[in-house]
């Protein structure tokens, strides 16, 4: 690195190099530039209210997005976390209604514990995972054909799930003081008379933990690897098989934290929970250079494409844009964020 | 002095659906000896190590290592077994740097889960420098020459202190100097009591190096003598079952008037310097050099693949540009590509489809609706075509509709030559034409090669193979660091002249 970084000093700083580093980073210089026009418009932009609440949605959408990330490292996609959060954010809700709600759901079961809970609803999200990297390690299905299968199998789980017990189809809604205080709560000081919800931890905690086992574990090395060069991984005694199934359920284990969050944070969850979470997660997987490529993708990354996205829909929001353009200045993000990333793995003839 | 065998495979068979790719083979390989395995592209070479390492699945036969009966399930297996494998395919994880490459599926680790990058590095440091070679551990493999990969793969089935180690075809994409190293490496092998199985194409390679060897050919064993014991001509004669009286067909071609004209062509984002040259009608041009020495660059420059600098081309006097494929077609040109699976051959189609596509428009069926060329193709005129190629080619297929990919390396080429015949084409640019081709199968191209010189073609073709360009070539280019660094004529020069040239602005 040091010596990387005395040979571009070498160099000289002419227009060319410029460039080069202007387009490398150029979805940061236009994110800051757009800020800044964001926060002239709208000075409520750089509140202390508004930047804890870019911060706080970052947190919710990240723990899916650092699962999806593994699955796209292996040249792959889960189109099934969506359902996979909205199923495990109505079992979350379900088991941690008030006690004594007329709609409780499930009247017999008392006040369970909340770390129970969401043991359950990571590893149900484990098994949706393992399932899903089953199908794609042992018959080489192609993970966009078997999460768009998983995703519809998943769906009717949901919808029959939500008619089991008292509710009947109804939001499932009535939490538990103790799980809304856990999720939504916050131990840290306030900032600027804000609250910093406890969920935002949570998220730092799991990313702590996903860049270890990215960078530091024998299965994240083997991951980047079967990403690369599944055939390379094989012939040097790697068990494919295992580690895809273990990406995939890792990812899983990921949706079942965010619908852990996600029952308590919206509160009111019906079969429509989760739904096209996938697609934001992807979308700043992509924005965070994980490539589609195989093999290749920074945590630093993916959280830069989360907090890009959600600067993005309030920033906007906040300058008082159309809500309807925003799918498409976010749709024109991504074709940029991937034409911008293609640009490195093209050899020019 | 007879040392007990290290390996012994006794009457390995495997069938494929339809094939059967190994019949009764037979290999011992004793302690201390480099055993060199031959045979046609097609032999069973590759089937048998597959079955030694685990990948496939032998049908009968019996494996001894060491005295112990052995069967692999899987490369994790050999490997711990002390079985490694230099494959033929470079299988990398191109993404990942050197050390991560070289430890794959066996990560030194803390507590059995955190991998120890420090070991890491210093293990691959002792590997190195044991070995000789100078590579960056923390090196992304993906920004290494072809040749540095090689050695990276060769330094990780040493790692593995196998007791046997297979090489196949390591030598493909290495340099001289690296050849040497390669086989400085074996040698310091063969000294620790390791038993090495060789296998190549490289025929001064294979009696340099090799103590033992053994032939195959369609699956079958056909001998096994020492090294010693062996002519160029008998390991030839033993490969292809019949006596090939020589290499090369005679040369008949003539050579009429100039009809391109290169000056000072040079690339934009290759490393093409500087090259001039002129080609006539019915000559065959060839172009030597080591690899990296703009051989390709020269041809894809001038079929419009990759982006000129500066330079003129004139065809028959009149300055063309070839700024495109399908420019540099309609001038007349064709190229042959060198990485045929990569580059030349769409694998899952057809033969047809793949005769046809680079002359579509011409069998569109004429009939004009209001005054537009209609966009029907004619199925008659394609197949009638196909017919011709496979016929004047001599391309072995079943039928038309067989995908290109089941066939061998020479019929594949055969067919890609017919394609390019089809567009008329005045000059041929062909890019290592018997890559990975039979030595019968090599005979047939270079025949065809100077059947279309007689036609009036020109041709120019670049090759790594020495004898091949003498053999076959009229004058012969010689690049170097990406200029012309000579011209000779091949009935007069030899192989030191050329390498002389070649090493010129290295």
Redesign the interface.
Known sequence: MSKESKELAAQTWDAKRVLSLVINNALIIIMTIAAIVIAVVNNNFVSASSIVNIISQTAAYLPAALGIAGCIVLTGTDLSAGRAVGLTACISASLLQTVGASSKMWPNIGTLPIPVVILVAMGIGAVIGAFNGFFVGKFKLHPFIVTLGTQLILYTILLLYVNMGNNGGMAISNLDESYNSFVKGSILPKIGGQTIPNYVIFAILLTAIIWFIWNKTTFGKNMFALGSNEEAARVSGVNVLATTILVFSLAGAMYGFTGFIEGSRIGSNTANTGLNYELDAIAACVIGGVSFVGGIGKISGIIIGVLMLRLIFIGLTMAGINQNLQYLIKGGIILFACALDMRKYLVKK | MEQPALLEMRHISKEFPGVKALDDVSLTVRPGTVHALMGENGAGKSTLMKCL?G?YHKDGGEIVLDGKTVDFR???EA??NGVA?V?Q?L??????SVQ??LW????P?VGG???SEKIMSQRTKEVFRELEVTVDPKTIMSTMPVSQRQMVEIA?AVSYDSKIIVFDEPTSSLTETEVEHLFRIINMLRDRGCGIIYISHKMEEILRISDEVTIMRDGQWVATRPAAELTMDEIIRLMVGRELTSRFPPKSNQQGDVILEVQHMSG???RLKEASFQLRKGEILGIAGLDGSGRTEVL?NLFG???REGGTIKLHGREIANRTPQEAIKNGFALLTEERRATGIFGIRNIRENTVIANLKNYLISMRVGGLKSFCLSDKKMKADTDWSIKAMHIKTPSQNTQIRSLSGGNQQKVIIGRWLLTKPEILLLDEPTRGIDVGAKYEIYQLIIDLANEGKGIIMVSSEMPELLGVCDRILVMSGGQLAGEVNAAETSQEEILTLAAKYV
Do not use: C, P, W
Not at chain 2, 91 to 96: H, I
Not at chain 2, 104 to 107: A, C, I, V
């Open positions: 390492f990948i899987s490369s994790k490997l711990e494998m494959h395919e299988n990398q994880a191109l993404t990942r991560d490459n794959l599926g066996r990560y680790t889960l955190m991998v990780k934009r984002y290759t894809e693949v990759m982006t």
